[in-house]
């Protein structure tokens, strides 16, 4: 199989499917027991996510100072993706997305 004319490992497609993930650990852990978050609200509302975050593990929230949130670790890609690509990873998620949204409410990634 390949994308935009060079192999790739299936794996790192696998990785997308998060329902399947999910479903491993509710095997053994209660779903309330799971914050799910969309990164983009991460990135967008930091202070508000964190918030969340405490709530949901009962502690006392974070203090309004302000937090660093710079970008680490991010690297400029060298070209942007094709739209084949686009198109071929749109499709392949799309059905287990679909599913994933079914039991758990859209993020916001």
Do not use: C, H
Request: no cysteine; net charge negative.
């Amino acid at each position: 199989m390949t994308v935009n004319g060079e192999g790739f490992e299936p794996g790192i497609l696998r990785r997308g499917l998060y329902l399947e993930q999910l479903e491993d650990y509710w095997k053994y852990f209660d779903r309330e027991q799971f914050l799910l978050l969309g990164f983009k609200d991460l990135v967008r509302d930091l202070e508000s996510t964190l918030n969340k975050v405490a709530g949901f593990l009962e502690v006392t929230p974070f203090p309004n100072s302000p937090i660093k949130s710079e970008p680490k670790n991010q690297r400029k890609y060298t070209e942007p993706m094709s739209p084949k690509d686009r198109e071929f990873l749109d499709e392949y998620y799309k059905i287990p997305n679909s599913k994933l949204f079914e039991v758990i409410e859209p993020l916001n990634w």
